[in-house]
Antibody, heavy 121, light 112 residues
Framework: QVQLQQSGPGLVKPSQTLSLTCAIS??????????WTWIRQSPSRGLEWLGR?????????DYAPFVKSRMTINLDTSKNQFSLQLNSVTPEDTAVYYC???????????WGQGTLVTVSP | DIVMTQSPLSLSVTPGEPASISCRSS???????????LHWYLQKPGQSPQLLIY???DRASGVPDRFSGSGSGTDFTLKISRLEAEDVGVYYC?????????FGPGTKVDIK
């Protein structure tokens, strides 16, 4: 059974960097059939796909246009985990952030437990 | 980007009665392989979304058979044959055809 465990701070100051980590158990980050993905959810914008990292003989990233200039997804194969960094945050970045696995370039399952990140002074 | 819409946005259902949610996409989700890249999720109160239906009509592991998905192309339906108390929450459709992956606004289902 695949499980994703998120960690990271719940409060970030404006203009600083939001950092979250997702630890994978029950699967390997280099699984050719999976993409490791970040989603966020807010009352005003609903569920938003942010980006992913995946292995297809090489490592690739794919980001949503609206965060592409500020976002980086990294990985640590030795710890079987991936991370999100979102730079220059504003209160608009306040949301619940989820890590999840995209299966077969298609559906998302499972999801991490979610982390509420508040951007405030 | 593919725009996903849902109707209704809220639904109150008597336990034991059926419920139906519609999802529409701004472009066809049917690929040449014959599969519709449309998926349904349920987010129970205080929880993360969980996969219910994938590829339009396949139930995820452990999902009761009172849940069914149908449709093709741009029009899809999620049906609950007999609503139970544990089915309350927000239901989302999602397209996996292309990135950025996009979601519908959600349909909130509660008990009447």
């Amino acid at each position: 059974q695949v499980q994703l465990q998120q960690s990271g701070p719940g409060l970030v100051k404006p203009s600083q960097t939001l950092s979250l980590t997702c630890a994978i158990s029950g699967d390997t980050i280099s699984n050719n059939g999976a993409s490791w993905t970040w989603i966020r959810q807010s009352p005003s914008r609903g569920l938003e796909w942010l980006g992913r990292i995946y292995y297809r003989s090489n490592w690739y990233n794919d980001y949503a246009p609206f965060v592409k200039s500020r976002m980086t997804i990294n990985l640590d194969t030795s710890k079987n985990q991936f991370s999100l960094q979102l730079n220059s945050v504003t209160p608009e970045d306040t949301a619940v952030y989820y890590c999840t696995r995209l299966i077969g370039e298609n559906w998302l399952d499972p999801w991490g437990q979610g982390t509420l990140v508040t951007v405030s002074p | 980007d593919i725009v996903m819409t849902q109707s209704p946005l809220s639904l109150s259902v008597t336990p034991g009665e059926p419920a139906s949610i519609s999802c529409r996409s701004s472009q066809s989700l049917l690929r040449r392989n014959g599969y519709n890249y449309l998926h349904w999720y349920l987010q129970k109160p205080g929880q993360s979304p969980q996969l219910l239906i994938y590829l339009g009509s396949d139930r995820a592991s452990g999902v009761p058979d009172r849940f069914s998905g149908s449709g093709s192309g741009t029009d899809f339906t999620l049906k609950i044959s007999r609503l139970e108390a544990e089915d309350v929450g927000v239901y989302y459709c999602m397209q996996g055809l292309q990135t950025p992956i996009t979601f519908g606004p959600g349909t909130k289902v509660d008990i009447k």
